[in-house]
């Protein structure tokens, strides 16, 4: 193998480094450039494990190298498991005379599958044995055609591969923090405005100011061990006739009955 096709996947997964990709589409991507950067290999897949949970195919290039993968889980052994499992690079040379692994060099062999190199693929460096491991699977249709110089190669792309998977996985735990706090300030801004109405009204219906009337709805709030917005809310429908709008309560979220602190 040239140091050219080598040197092309790295300044790919280099590039992916500085792109806002998904985690799926970046693995994807890793499976594609993988089945590139050996010439004798005709599929590529990524087997992992998040957090110690069961093995499963993230990508693969080819539905039957996929289907090779999950009678693997089946049998609950294979060079591509053992990458995962042990952090060293596994390779079979010939399904027909490796003696490790024997049922599924079987399927392997009657899959037209007759050399595989597993190679450690760590997405998740930081969390170490908790976080998500997995393999890079190269597959051929030929015997004995994995050298070393390839093994070093599919090393070295692995490596940088896990460092592309793991921005990736950064970004999307980046994007799901953002639209959770964005849905919180939301939430917030609609309780504001309905504890705002509710006070409005008690002003004018109690002749309160407006310090006594949010103070008569937090003494309500406590002494019914009931949220603040929601003692609003019911407010401002017994003085309207209608549920506050976007509900004090999010539709998608059930009211919260804690503690009587009088909080929003």
């Known amino acids: 193998m040239g140091q050219d096709e080598l040197s ?88 027909r005379s490796e003696t490790r692994w024997q049922d599924f060099c079987k399927a392997a062999a009657a899959a037209g599958i007759e050399s595989v190199l597993a190679v450690p693929f760590d997405a998740d460096p930081a969390a170490g044995r908790g976080g998500t491991r997995g393999a890079i699977n190269f597959f051929a249709r030929a015997s004995f055609v994995f050298t ?69 709805l937090r003494s309500a709030s406590q002494k019914l061990n009931v949220k603040l917005r929601v003692i609003a809310a019911e407010i401002l429908e017994s003085a309207t006739g209608r549920p506050a709008p976007e509900a004090a309560i999010p539709p998608d979220r059930p009211s919260e009955q804690t503690s009587g602190e009088g909080s929003a």
């Open 148 to 216: 070393d110089p390839e093994r070093s190669a599919a090393k070295v792309f692995s490596a940088q591969a896990a460092v592309a998977a793991a921005n990736a996985a950064a970004f999307a735990d980046l994007q799901a923090e953002r639209a959770l706090l964005t849905r919180r300030l939301e939430d917030a801004l609609h309780s504001r405005a309905v504890i705002d109405q509710a006070v409005g009204i008690l002003i004018e219906r109690e002749r309160l100011g407006p310090e006594e009337a949010f103070q008569m």
């Open 8 to 95: 092309r996947s790295l300044a790919v997964l280099s590039h992916m480094l500085l792109k806002e990709e998904t985690l799926d589409s970046t693995l994807d991507r890793i499976a594609q450039l993988a089945a590139e950067l050996l010439p004798q290999a005709v599929a590529a897949s990524i087997t992992i494990s998040d957090a110690g949970g069961p093995p499963r195919t993230a990508s693969s290039t080819q539905e039957a190298v996929a289907d090779l993968d999950a009678e693997q889980y089946r049998l609950d052994e294979g060079p591509c498991l053992a990458a995962m499992r042990e952090g060293q690079v596994f390779q079979v040379d010939s399904m």
